[in-house]
């Protein structure tokens, strides 16, 4: 009979075993949290220390691993003799090398395996999971492999498992490898656009690359329309009404998109720079991005502004894309677009479909994109048709004149460089497809300006002072959906800069003249004509927010937009119509053309900004900044692929039995007569594009007057959801909303 020695444990002495398995466990959950942890390996002499628990795990594995082994071996032979598993009085003995580990060579594998819950979690489940917690919650890789470790040792020792839950998924290696093969996960690609030469430490010369990371657009693409329930040919209307950029003129007369004998994609670029480093440090230029996403107008509006919907196309940094150009870094999403214009087949649902593609880019770095405006008729002309529209010929007769010696003419002249690669696409045109994005134009140009000549006018003239507007911005009830983006408070110095800005973000700035009227309307005389003038803005902002509008809405935009730029000028002398004034003179135009600008502006598109400037703090990593963030981004993207999560989501639910429920009895008249549920579920809050929360307050219709509603209840059931409004019905009103 083999004897066996009592292992124990080098920290506290008071532990000891014959199986060593049993004493690395309990140093692992008794003495590895400590602050001061650090243990002496002891085994066969080896005076070896750790003051991680990890690194003397991983020692002992890989130096010490046959002692393991010998003990499974006599582990095995007891159970082979008795029925009985022997219990120390620490805990219960089960295990093996690989349930630490994971797998090691093949002649160490025989050990004893006692399998009791570890059926039930996939390995699928175990990735989702890991990508959830990093992805998701922004875990970093070495705060995630210790949550790793764990959960392994509990699971092996309070739940007396044989088997690691993430057997094969024990470090980011492995991880990796399982998500492409296993879970479809698009991994970014590095393009060498260029060399330069830097210092290395030692002083001497050293080549280095600089480089764009794309994301391979055809498996991107068929991952999103994998991903996406609400794909549409088109959400084209049949009323007549403008309610998304299929709506427009260029739409139906486009010589894809009229066509309904093929699947065509409505491309969606937006690019923009993003500064993930505190704007005030010194590394601000040296982390500043360029990035580029797209999305599919395909998708329903209410979907569209899911930041899942939006997808990475390529990132690098900003210095590079100024060194090289647009040209060079788009080169490779160019490619792929000519080959989707040519039809390329992608499987969805199980489906094989051919399809088209096309795109539209929304940006606003160029003086006027839609016209040949000079300063001096941008601050006397304020009627769209008064002005030399851009279009492909003027384009290219431009783009020529650059070959020649009139160069640096050219580029000043008409804020061309060279012909744009984008013009390399068969149904795209620079000219017709960069469309006005309202929030720079108007909630971060004209608005904000206007606003803020307004509160320096009734300072000066002594209608309200400035700790008047403070106070009363500060202590104005905001409602939940405004509370958030409540405006900042605005000084002094703000008012008297020589910029045009308040100094608030897009959304503060939205909010807050919005709600002027009511904050300050009470201070302002009768028929105020600087007053009037604002008003006039805060219509045409109105109109152009509209998520559905008319051409003879769009119409009549232009003459209030005319009317409010000649107030302007006649009332502020000294302010100079600005280029982002004299921008909106041209939204009535595509509002015809593509639509609502609410369905193509660049809101949506900043706000996916925050989950990479959230991203860069957390992971703390800035030697390859876009290379850290396409992969964690392409991680979180894979997530979703495979989280069952729709676009709706809502609250914490509780069921609720319909006989015992308020509205019970409405709800019945809604159902078949062969529907039998007898319970529903209520949340307090549901998420579609914009959360709605039980005691907001909605229009429901609006015909001469809009007709309000406040939210009473929101129930679940079937997989479809009803809100009930409380409006000047006598009963309430239940709205389908799945």
């Given at each position: 009979m083999e004897s066996r020695e009592h292992f124990q444990c080098t920290r506290c002495k008071e532990f000891a075993s014959k199986?060593?398995?049993?004493?690395?466990?309990?140093?692992?959950?008794?003495?590895?949290?400590?602050a001061d942890f650090e243990v002496t390996c002891g085994l066969e002499g080896c005076s070896r220390s750790f003051k991680k628990y990890r690194s003397y795990r991983r020692h002992i594995l890989r130096h010490h691993k046959h002692i393991i082994h010998q003990q499974s071996f006599l582990q095995a032979k007891d159970l082979s003799n008795s029925g009985d598993v022997a219990v120390e009085t620490s805990s219960t003995i089960s295990g093996s090398v690989e349930d630490l580990s994971g797998p090691l060579d093949e002649s160490t594998t025989s050990t004893i395996s006692v399998p009791l819950y570890h059926d039930t979690i996939s390995k699928h489940k175990a990735a989702l999971f890991l990508l959830k917690a990093r992805e998701c919650l922004k875990i970093s890789q070495t705060a995630l492999d210790e949550l790793v470790d764990d959960i392994q040792l509990i699971s092996q020792t309070e739940l007396e498992s044989s088997k690691s839950l993430f057997s094969g998924?024990?470090?980011a290696f492995l991880q990796n490898k399982f998500f492409v093969d296993h879970l479809g996960l698009v991994e970014p690609t590095e393009q060498i656009l260029g060399h330069k030469f830097a210092l290395g430490k030692n002083g001497s010369l050293k080549r280095q690359n600089e480089v764009a990371y794309d994301i391979p657009f055809f498996q991107s693409l068929q991952q999103l329309l994998t991903m996406m329930s609400a794909?549409?040919?088109?959400?084209q209307r049949s009323d007549g009404l403008l309610s998304d950029i299929c709506d427009g003129e260029r739409f139906k007369t486009h010589p894809l998109f009229s066509r309904d004998d093929i699947n065509s994609l409505q491309i969606l670029l937006y690019y923009d720079d993003l500064e993930v480093c505190n704007p005030l440090s010194s590394p601000t230029k040296k982390h500043k991005l360029a990035i580029f996403y797209y999305t599919l107008g395909n998708i329903h509006p209410k979907y569209r502004s899911k930041m899942t919907s939006i997808q990475l196309v390529t990132i690098t940094k900003s210095s590079n894309l100024i060194k090289y150009g647009l040209n060079k870094v788009l080169e490779q999403f160019m490619n792929d677009i000519r080959k989707l214009e040519e039809g390329i087949f992608l499987t969805v649902a199980g489906e094989m479909k051919k399809y088209y593609g096309y795109k539209s880019l929304s940006s606003a770095f160029r003086k006027c994109r839609f016209c040949l405006?000079?300063?001096?008729?941008?601050?006397?002309?304020?009627?769209?048709?008064?002005f030399v529209e851009r279009d492909r010929q003027t384009h290219a007769y431009h783009c020529s004149l650059l070959l020649g010696s009139n160069y640096n003419h050219v580029a000043t002249t008409y804020g061309l460089t060279e012909d744009s690669i984008l013009n390399s696409s068969k149904y795209f045109h620079v000219t017709e497809g960069l469309c006005p994005d309202i929030m720079h134009d108007i909630l971060e140009g004209s608005l904000q300006y206007v606003v803020k000549e307004l509160l320096k006018y009734f300072i000066t003239v002594g209608i309200v002072s400035l700790e008047q507007i403070n106070s009363r911005i500060d202590f104005f009830k905001y409602a939940s959906c405004d509370s958030k983006n409540k405006p900042a408070p605005i000084s002094s110095n703000i008012l008297t800069s020589s910029d045009h800005s308040?100094?608030?973000?897009?959304?503060?700035?939205?909010?807050?003249?919005?709600?002027?009227?009511?904050?300050?309307?009470?201070?302002?005389?009768?028929?105020?004509?600087?007053?009037?003038?604002?008003?006039?803005?805060?219509?045409?902002?109105d109109y152009v927010f509209a998520p559905t509008l008319t051409n003879g809405k769009a119409s009549y935009l232009a003459h209030v937009i005319e009317d409010?730029?000649?107030?302007?000028?006649e009332l502020y002398p000294t302010s100079p119509i600005i280029p982002k004034q004299h921008y909106l003179i041209h939204i009535p135009q595509w509002i015809v053309r593509y639509g609502p600008p609410i369905r193509y502006w660049c809101m949506r598109y900043e706000g996916k900004h925050s989950f990479f400037k959230d991203l860069s703090r957390r992971i703390k990593n800035f030697k390859n900044v876009p290379k850290s963030l396409a992969q964690r981004h392409q991680m979180w993207i894979c997530y979703y692929c495979h989280s069952n999560s729709n676009f709706i989501t809502t609250g914490p639910s509780s069921p609720i039995t319909i006989s015992n429920?308020?509205?019970?009895?409405?709800?019945?008249?809604?159902?078949?007569?062969?529907?039998d549920i007898s319970q529903v579920y209520r949340t307090p809050w549901i998420e579609m594009g914009y959360q709605y929360k039980i005691g907001d307050i909605v229009v429901l219709s609006s015909d001469l007057l809009p007709c309000f509603g406040l939210i009473k209840d929101i129930v679940i059931y079937d997989t479809r959801v009803r809100f009930y409004f409380w409006a000047h019905h006598p009963s309430p009103i239940s709205i389908p909303i799945l």
């Open positions: 199986n060593y398995l049993s004493v690395l466990r309990h140093i692992g959950l008794v003495h590895a949290f400590k998924l024990h470090s794909i549409t040919q088109s959400n405006a000079v300063r001096e008729d941008m601050n006397n002309k304020f009627i769209a048709t008064d308040l100094k608030q973000t897009a959304s503060q700035l939205w909010c807050l003249a919005r709600l002027l009227p009511l904050i300050i309307h009470d201070l302002v005389p009768m028929n105020e004509s600087h007053w009037d003038n604002f008003l006039l803005l805060l219509s045409a902002t409010h730029l000649l107030q302007f000028k429920w308020e509205y019970g009895h409405h709800f019945k008249t809604f159902l078949p007569s062969t529907t």
